[in-house]
């Protein structure tokens, strides 16, 4: 039997700790033995009601498991009634429990999680592969920080905006390889790019506005929006990226519209580039409407054909931007650094609003890779790992000629960790993903990118597989989209 050790829960909020106990051999889900804990711990008066319960990150930390895992547990017991969840408060115990007789039928929102199998093949969004991540570097530039004579520096508070040194070396970058034209003032760094998504939400939107988004597209940028009390207006993508039409349509029937969101480099998911034509267009919209475009540039480091599309923002005539992108990807996913970047009093707002949730980013480890940057380690690295994922595109391009060739139809993506996969005849993409879960392949329905009716589309990450994972993942998609 493998199991984890028991591991507090709840720590600093009760003066005792809640144990749980995951057993990976257990024929239950994951998520539900962690919501059955919860419901005992409950039962047993540990915890009460009104109680606040650890956040999603926290508990995943916690428990050494997967986000997205305590978040189908925490789901299912809102769903059940169990505990409730208030705005810009957190996740409570609710006052009023439900009666539990020791079984449930599992929602059918839930039905995507077996308990029969872990997944040992995961075709993500499109992550970069961690074990290339150059952590000897980085771990050597942090020692070398700590044994400085001014490092007692380091441990005090400094800007909100980030390190200086750190943030004129992103300027820098973003202004000689982006064709950005900013002033110091202009740039804020961040805990990744989800922060800076969230200080702009709340720095350009109020309750009432409304945000023009991509369908399919990107919902954690979406949640953070709704989270600033913003209305949500779809709009399609084709293969020319955002329609532009349908954003001057929405301009003429909305007046709260006060950004468009879009990811123009590669699309998330469909990975295409918008073209100039729409991106002068969007520009033009933009500077009639007086609305902020907001970009998210989250992977333009990866692109292999040609010099990459330079980003809206960098246009002469792109007055009101918010470009958010990170290098989180570049160094390594667990590296929470992105950044911000607009006007000067956006960006004010923006810091004002960090300094009060988080004082100041990680200052070592934004010394430490600044120390790579001038070293060169990352250009060397980047080097490295785009000749990599560019020759595993291409053996990934080639495996669906080989199994998917009049099953789906695909374009071999210029740049990106991903390709947007769709099927030929309309099939049940939940149903496709249950299937494949079963034999231990994770991939994410198309609801994950969807508004409304679920895209009829696969987004399917290359980067972070082996070459034998990804024929076998391949192989048995297409069997899933045969039967």
């Given at each position: 039997?493998?199991?984890?050790?028991?591991?507090?829960?709840?720590?600093?909020?009760?003066?005792?700790?809640?144990?749980?106990?995951?057993n990976?051999?257990?024929?239950?889900?994951?998520?539900?033995?962690?919501?059955?804990?919860?419901?005992?711990?409950?039962?047993?008066g540990?915890?009460?009601?009104?109680?606040?319960?650890?956040?999603?990150?926290?508990?995943?930390?916690?428990?050494?498991?997967?986000?997205?895992?305590?978040?189908?547990?925490?789901?299912?017991?809102?769903?059940?009634?169990?505990?409730?969840?208030?705005?810009?408060?957190?996740?409570?115990?609710?006052?009023?429990?439900?009666?539990?007789?020791?079984?449930?039928?599992?929602?059918?929102?839930?039905?995507?999680?077996?308990?029969?199998?872990?997944?040992?093949?995961?075709?993500?969004?499109?992550?970069?592969?961690?074990?290339?991540?150059?952590?000897?570097?980085?771990?050597?530039?942090?020692?070398?920080?700590?044994?400085r004579?001014?490092?007692?520096?380091?441990?005090?508070?400094?800007?909100?905006?980030?390190?200086?040194?750190?943030?004129?070396?992103?300027?820098?970058?973003?202004?000689?390889?982006?064709?950005?034209?900013?002033?110091?003032?202009?740039?804020?760094?961040?805990?990744?790019?989800?922060?800076?998504?969230?200080?702009?939400?709340?720095?350009?939107?109020?309750?009432?506005?409304?945000?023009?988004?991509?369908?399919?597209?990107?919902?954690?940028?979406?949640?953070?929006?709704?989270?600033?009390?913003?209305?949500?207006?779809?709009?399609?993508?084709?293969?020319?990226?955002?329609?532009?039409?349908?954003?001057?349509?929405?301009?003429?029937?909305?007046?709260?519209?006060?950004?468009?969101?879009?990811?123009?480099?590669?699309?998330?998911?469909?990975?295409?580039?918008?073209?100039?034509?729409?991106?002068?267009?969007?520009?033009?919209?933009?500077?009639?409407?007086?609305?902020?475009?907001?970009e998210?540039?989250?992977?333009?480091?990866?692109?292999?054909?040609?010099?990459?599309?330079?980003?809206?923002?960098?246009?002469?005539?792109?007055?009101?931007?918010?470009y958010?992108?990170?290098?989180?990807?570049?160094?390594?996913?667990?590296?929470?650094i992105?950044?911000?970047?607009?006007?000067?009093?956006?960006?004010?707002?923006?810091?004002?609003?960090?300094?009060i949730?988080?004082?100041?980013?990680?200052?070592?480890?934004?010394?430490?890779?600044?120390?790579?940057?001038?070293?060169?380690?990352?250009?060397?690295?980047?080097?490295?790992?785009?000749?990599?994922?560019?020759?595993?595109?291409?053996?990934?391009?080639a495996?669906?000629?080989?199994?998917?060739?009049g099953?789906a139809?695909?374009?071999?993506?210029?740049?990106?960790?991903?390709?947007?996969?769709?099927?030929?005849?309309?099939?049940?993409?939940?149903?496709?993903?249950?299937?494949?879960?079963?034999?231990?392949?994770?991939?994410?329905?198309?609801?994950?990118?969807?508004?409304?009716?679920?895209?009829?589309?696969?987004?399917?990450?290359?980067?972070?597989?082996?070459?034998?994972?990804?024929?076998?993942?391949?192989?048995?998609?297409?069997?899933?989209?045969?039967?």
């Open positions: 039997m493998v199991q984890n050790p028991q591991i507090p829960l709840v720590q600093m909020l009760r003066p005792w700790e809640l144990q749980i106990s995951i990976y051999d257990c024929s239950k889900a994951v998520y539900l033995q962690i919501a059955d804990a919860i419901i005992e711990a409950i039962k047993n540990k915890l009460s009601g009104n109680d606040p319960l650890p956040g999603s990150r926290q508990l995943a930390a916690l428990l050494t498991v997967n986000r997205n895992t305590v978040i189908q547990a925490l789901d299912l017991l809102l769903a059940e009634g169990w505990i409730v969840s208030e705005p810009r408060k957190g996740t409570f115990v609710n006052k009023k429990l439900p009666e539990w007789k020791g079984n449930r039928i599992v929602p059918t929102a839930f039905a995507t999680i077996t308990d029969q199998r872990i997944p040992h093949i995961v075709f993500d969004d499109g992550v970069p592969d961690s074990r290339l991540a150059p952590m000897n570097e980085l771990a050597r530039a942090y020692r070398q920080l700590f044994s004579k001014s490092r007692w520096q380091m441990m005090s508070y400094s800007q909100e905006f980030g390190d200086q040194d750190f943030r004129e070396a992103i300027r820098h970058m973003l202004n000689y390889k982006r064709d950005l034209k900013l002033s110091p003032d202009q740039l804020c760094i961040t805990r990744g790019s989800q922060m800076a998504m969230y200080l702009t939400a709340h720095s350009l939107l109020k309750p009432g506005d409304a945000v023009i988004v991509e369908d399919p597209g990107y919902k954690p940028a979406w949640k953070a929006f709704e989270s600033a009390g913003a209305m949500l207006l779809p709009v399609a993508v084709d293969r020319d990226g955002l329609r532009i039409e349908a954003v001057a349509e929405c301009l003429g029937r909305f007046n709260n519209i006060k950004a468009v969101y879009t990811t123009p480099h590669h699309q998330f998911p469909t990975t295409v580039t918008m073209s100039l034509q729409r991106r002068l267009e969007l520009i033009e919209l933009s500077t009639r409407y007086g609305f902020t475009i907001i998210d540039d989250y992977d333009h480091e990866f692109h292999f054909e040609q010099r990459p599309i330079l980003p809206v923002s960098s246009y002469a005539h792109a007055a009101n931007f918010a958010i992108g990170t290098l989180s990807k570049i160094v390594a996913p667990a590296l929470r992105g950044f911000l970047a607009g006007s000067g009093e956006f960006i004010s707002r923006a810091a004002a609003l960090r300094k949730i988080d004082v100041q980013g990680d200052n070592i480890m934004e010394q430490a890779v600044l120390q790579l940057i001038n070293e060169g380690e990352i250009r060397r690295h980047l080097r490295r790992t785009t000749a990599l994922y560019r020759k595993k595109r291409d053996f990934f391009d495996l669906l000629h080989k199994f998917l060739d099953k139809t695909w374009q071999k993506p210029e740049g990106g960790l991903a390709f947007w996969v769709v099927p030929e005849k309309p099939v049940n993409p939940e149903q496709i993903s249950a299937k494949l879960l079963e034999q231990g392949i994770l991939l994410q329905p198309p609801s994950q990118f969807s508004f409304g009716a679920p895209a009829q589309g696969f987004r399917l990450g290359y980067a972070s597989l082996s070459e034998t994972q990804l024929e076998e993942g391949i192989v048995k998609f297409a069997a899933a989209l045969t039967d």
